[in-house]
């Protein structure tokens, strides 16, 4: 077993039992070693870990074994007034209803069905929604006519 130190770059043993698959070739750097767990930062700006020294294997800067990663994809934001669809259909809005966005709330988006439905508002991750043009909103309205 190597000795870990602060700044080593690390990996999670893809042998390791009970290592989360999240973790799993991800490259990491030693912030902090415990008498039972060492805590680490991820280098990809994600989680940090912290997990037992026989666990890890420090990066030798070959490539990482484990899972093939998906690469996450960027965060699309929203701006009041913009028009979209659902990604999955809910209640009776199927996913050709058009929706308003009423907010982007950072974590969440606010849509509600053009036109309005009242008071009522869904909150939906931005992933789970489709940005529609304008072309589109009028090949549905006049569908609707």
């Not at 965060?75 to 929706?99: M, N, Q, S």
Request: with cysteine; proline share 8%.
């Amino acid at each position: 077993m190597t000795t870990l130190k602060p700044g080593d770059h690390v990996y999670v043993d893809p042998n390791f039992p009970g290592a989360a698959a999240d973790v799993l070739g991800r490259e990491f750097i030693v912030q902090k070693i415990n008498p039972k767990n060492v805590k680490c930062a991820a280098v990809d700006g994600g989680r940090g870990i912290n997990y037992p020294a026989t666990s890890l294997v420090v990066y030798d800067g070959g490539g990482i074994p484990g899972p093939e990663r998906v690469q996450q994809q960027p965060v699309e934001f929203f701006t009041a007034g913009e028009i979209v669809t659902l990604a999955r259909p809910w209640k009776d809005w199927t996913t050709e209803t058009p929706l308003v966005v009423l907010a982007d709330k950072g974590r969440r988006v606010n849509v509600t069905p053009l036109g309005g439905a009242g008071d009522m508002y869904l909150r939906t991750p931005h992933v789970g929604l489709v940005k529609r043009d304008l072309a589109w909103l009028t090949e549905r309205l006049v569908e609707q006519a």
